[in-house]
């Protein structure tokens, strides 16, 4: 079965300042689907980014990019220019190739922002 | 685009009553769909996902239980709940597309009194 492990519970960036949040998954599949979803304390569930598994090429959208490296099973959050508002829960999420229908989440990371 | 809509917002229910969180979806046909649970300051665990009607997996075994009568509605049930039942319910959906997202509902927050 596919894992999802997000090993930092809690992150803070100074405003401004850049961040990775780290992200590790199991799967024995070649192809899948990766994504990180952001969880202000409304609780609302807000899409960041995407990554196919069958593209070399990181996914970047506006100040949010990835650093996918397949071979280490590794899919890193990275946000620039950090603001008040990124301030939220992260979580990184797995979706099967083969089947398309589990999508499983890791246990997330806090992201606190001084200003 | 696909939209969630689920309700209630808030429940509160007492240990050994009955439960139904409904949840329906807009903009699309037949989604995959999927039911989670959030603990306070904690990850989503997986509970139900279904792939179409009267199609439904589950992943925790549990006083729970899903339907899905109709394409766009699937429904969280329990027949008695208990403490532990208390949590944020999220209903969620996406299409058959790989790397389509999963929308979400706004949630449901139980408390089991």
């Known amino acids: 079965a596919q894992t999802v492990t997000q090993s930092q519970p809690e992150m803070s960036v100074q405003e401004a300042e850049t961040v990775t949040l780290s992200c590790t998954y199991d799967?024995?599949?070649?192809?899948?689907?990766l994504f990180w979803y952001k969880q202000p304390p409304s609780r609302q569930m807000i899409l960041v980014i995407r990554q196919e598994a069958y593209k070399q090429q990181n996914a970047t959208e506006n100040r949010f990019s990835v650093n996918f490296q397949k071979a280490a099973k590794s899919f890193s959050l990275k946000i620039s220019d950090s603001q008040l508002g990124d301030a939220a829960m992260y979580f990184c999420?797995?979706?099967?190739?083969?089947?398309?229908?589990?999508?499983?989440f890791g246990p997330g990371t806090s992201l606190s922002v001084i200003p | 685009s696909q939209t969630i809509h689920q309700w209630p917002a808030t429940l509160v229910q007492p240990v050994g009553s009955p439960l139904s969180l409904e949840c329906t979806v807009e903009g699309t046909s037949n989604p995959n769909l999927y039911w989670y649970r959030q603990a306070a300051g904690r990850g989503l665990q997986l509970l139900f996902y279904?792939?179409?009607?009267?199609?439904i997996s589950s992943e925790v075994p549990q006083n729970l239980s899903a339907s899905r009568p109709q394409d766009r509605q699937f429904i969280l049930s329990s027949k008695k709940l208990l403490l532990s039942d208390s949590g944020f319910y999220l209903c969620?959906?996406?299409?058959?597309?790989?790397?389509?997202?999963?929308?979400f509902g706004n949630g449901t927050r139980l408390t089991v009194t």
């Open positions: 799967t024995s599949e070649s192809d899948y689907y």
């Open positions: 279904s792939i179409g009607i009267d199609q």
């Open positions: 969620a959906g996406t299409t058959g597309v790989g790397n389509s997202p999963l929308h």
């Open positions: 999420a797995y979706r099967s190739g083969a089947s398309y229908d589990k999508v499983i």
